[in-house]
């Protein structure tokens, strides 16, 4: 069994299409994938609602606990291999965390690079790369996701933080509620922490957060709103 048939979406495929060769069956697990691809974008749509409106009533709740950062980014990218690889995208890693423990949510945090990792690879060309690095600088756990994709203009770099604001050029490049970097920015931001741009037309994008490397005792001051 291949890598590709493991994932959701390859086991659709390979349910219809496995020991069959014929034009039928080609289609209907063609268009079974497809379903499965606007049911998936569908969910993504409604889980932003969601956090975006827990986020906007004050009732979002970070749930600290001990993250092992490493770990955590391998996790991640691991889980957008698929959509890198149906693009023949590269993805790099940079870490330099030495195995490092911070004290945050790990569910939140997973949640903000999947956003980043899941953009840089749609903005990425085809055959391009992504790269994801980490260090723990100045008492931060700091994170940057690069792509080599078009870039965003210098008049959005502000624009594209705010709920259901997108850059003009993505708007007709890849389909997205305009939730996700809002999203993103929110979250870091109850870590205490910042989110930033870097980009210029035709050389790429960089994302890069940083949150406070925190002792259980501090947490008793991170902001829960």
Excluded: C
């Excluded at 939140?108 to 055959?127: D, E, H, I, M, T």
């Amino acid at each position: 069994m291949t890598q590709a048939s493991r994932t959701p979406r390859g086991t659709v495929v390979a349910a219809v299409a496995f020991d069959a060769q014929t034009d039928a069956v080609t289609r209907t697990a063609t268009a079974l994938a497809r379903r499965y691809d606007m049911d998936l974008h569908l969910v993504s749509v409604v889980e932003d609602l969601l956090v975006a409106s827990a986020l906007d009533s004050g009732s979002a709740v970070l749930e600290f606990q001990p993250v092992q950062v490493d770990s955590l980014i391998r996790g991640a990218v691991a889980l957008v291999d698929e959509l890198a690889a149906a693009k023949q995208i590269t993805l790099d890693l940079e870490l330099n965390t030495s195995d490092s423990v911070v004290w945050a949510d790990p569910f939140r945090l997973r949640q903000v690079l999947l956003n980043l990792l899941s953009n840089a690879v749609k903005f990425a060309p085809r055959r391009g790369r992504v790269v994801t690095a980490a260090t723990i600088s100045h008492g931060n756990f700091v994170v940057s996701v690069t792509d080599d994709g078009p870039g965003i203009p210098e008049a959005d770099h502000e624009r594209i933080f705010r709920k259901y604001s997108r850059s003009q050029a993505a708007s007709a490049r890849v389909p997205g509620s305009g939730l996700g970097l809002y999203i993103a920015q929110s979250l870091i931001r109850l870590h205490s922490g910042s989110l930033t741009l870097v980009s210029e037309l035709g050389l790429g994008s960089t994302f890069t957060f940083a949150i406070p490397v925190r002792q259980r005792q501090d947490l008793e001051a991170v902001p829960q709103a």
